[in-house]
């Protein structure tokens, strides 16, 4: 599983260009449910290609476009095509099949 760092200045392109499923994560360096999940989503095995971070205190304009409200905040994009939010525990089952559910609905532009 390929794990990238993404910013306001490169997120789309970058996720536009991905191939396969990606698992977006907003985090922040003082959330404690943030950390534990930079811990444990890269060990999981999840239905996925790429766990792609964004730091939300130092990316504004995707924590807008997005509409972060709560940390950690994930999503789904597949081939640049994005699926939605995923509201869910941080454990392989629960998020493989949070994935299989929103990889379901009628995928949009990203936000």
Same mark, same amino acid.
């Given at each position: 599983?390929?794990?990238?760092?993404?910013?306001?200045? @490169?997120? @789309? !392109?970058?996720?536009?260009?991905?191939?396969?499923?990606?698992?977006?994560?907003?985090?922040?360096?003082?959330?404690?449910?943030?950390?534990?999940?930079?811990?444990?989503?890269?060990?999981?095995? =999840?239905?996925?290609? !790429?766990?792609?971070?964004?730091?939300?205190?130092?990316?504004?304009?995707?924590?807008?476009?997005?509409?972060?409200?709560?940390?950690?905040?994930?999503?789904?994009?597949? @081939?640049?095509?994005?699926?939605? +939010?995923?509201?869910?525990?941080?454990?392989? @089952? +629960? =998020?493989?099949? +949070?994935?299989?559910?929103?990889?379901?609905?009628?995928?949009?532009?990203?936000?």
């Amino acid at each position: 599983m390929v794990e990238s760092e993404l910013t306001d200045f @490169d997120a @789309d !392109q970058r996720l536009l260009a991905m191939s396969g499923v990606s698992l977006v994560i907003f985090t922040s360096v003082g959330c404690a449910s943030c950390r534990y999940a930079r811990e444990v989503l890269p060990g999981l095995h =999840l239905a996925i290609n !790429q766990l792609c971070w964004i730091d939300a205190g130092d990316n504004g304009g995707l924590v807008e476009r997005y509409q972060v409200f709560h940390l950690p905040a994930l999503f789904v994009v597949r @081939d640049g095509e994005f699926f939605g +939010a995923l509201h869910t525990r941080l454990t392989a @089952d +629960a =998020l493989n099949e +949070a994935l299989a559910q929103a990889l379901g609905r009628i995928a949009e532009e990203l936000p």
